[in-house]
């Protein structure tokens, strides 16, 4: 499964950004997906999954209430709506798809697959 990661740019405190995820070359609907970020100096982070029929979504607590994981498996498309951004949600973030356990969606090594990444700068 290839990954495509795309969105990102620069923007203001307080605005919104979408991130896409477009997935080619395996079965999409058949894998969980995640979005991750790394910050600059820290280790990449979780901060948002869903399931593979869109049913489950679970959030990084810094995240809660303001982000907004979906997917559209015709599409083989995963989205992070992003709204009321801070500068500490600057990082680059990655998309990943896997087959983790419910217990183990917020976990990196339970997904095998990644995007390239796709930097978001928030300004204060």
């Known amino acids: 499964v290839q990954l495509q990661a795309s969105g990102g740019g620069l923007v203001q405190a307080g605005e919104s950004l979408r991130l896409s995820c477009a997935a080619s070359?395996?079965?999409?609907?058949?894998?969980?997906m995640g979005w991750f970020r790394q910050a600059p100096g820290k280790e990449r982070e979780f901060v948002a999954a869903?399931?593979?029929?869109?049913?489950?979504?679970l959030y990084a607590d810094s995240v809660k209430g303001r982000f907004t994981i979906s997917r559209d498996n015709p599409k083989n498309t995963v989205y992070l709506q992003m709204s009321i951004l801070k500068p500490e949600d600057t990082a680059v973030y990655y998309c990943?798809?896997?087959?983790?356990?419910?217990?183990?969606?917020?976990?990196?090594?339970?997904?095998?697959?990644w995007g390239q990444g796709t930097q978001v700068t928030v300004s204060s």
């Open positions: 990943a798809a896997g087959r983790p356990a419910l217990s183990a969606v917020t976990m990196e090594n339970m997904y095998y697959y």
């Open positions: 869903i399931r593979r029929s869109g049913g489950t979504t």
């Open positions: 070359g395996g079965t999409f609907s058949t894998y969980d």
